[in-house]
């Protein structure tokens, strides 16, 4: 299925190369890394991409936002996430096939709804984690969480994150 009428069949960049603002949904590439100097995947970016699997950020990106990936069903793996901050709400809602996403070792806060209905089975945060809000892991596959012991503000025990 092509694209509608009107809708660009390029990766769309903000004029100073910082943002990712579209990203077209029927596009038949399996992977992708983003170009470096971006720092921002805009809402809805990604949203119901049909082929992608893969999506590198490039160590770059520091915020994914509002459902940026929403319903991408084929998306697997996110790599390159070292310096992410913040993921907004339903960023990766629905993305029923994600499986991996590389350690958030920069990661500050998780919106409500982030991962919603994921694939995820394991996720690791940084030791900067200030804001947990709701739902964000709901109808996921997550056995392991991991948040450092020297977080100030959250605590995993059993599985389970609790504040301090």
Request: charged share 15%.
């Amino acid at each position: 299925m092509d694209e509608p009428a009107g809708v660009p069949l390029n990766v769309i960049y903000s004029a100073d190369g910082q943002t990712l603002i579209f990203y077209p949904r029927t596009k038949r590439d399996f992977s992708y890394r983003v170009r470096e100097g971006t720092q921002n995947i805009g809402a809805s970016a990604f949203r119901n991409v049909q082929y992608l699997y893969e999506v590198d950020l490039g160590d770059c990106v520091k915020n994914i936002g509002y459902i940026a990936f929403d319903w991408s069903l084929n998306l697997t793996q996110v790599t390159g996430t070292a310096n992410v901050q913040t993921i907004d709400t339903s960023a990766f809602n629905e993305c029923h096939n994600l499986h991996t996403i590389s350690p958030l070792s920069s990661i500050v806060s998780i919106s409500q709804d982030a991962f919603f209905g994921s694939a995820l089975e394991s996720i690791e945060l940084s030791n900067q984690i200030e804001q947990l809000n709701g739902m964000m892991f709901a109808y996921c596959n997550l056995t392991t969480i991991v948040i450092p012991d020297s977080n100030p503000y959250f605590t995993v025990v059993d599985g389970v994150v609790f504040s301090k």
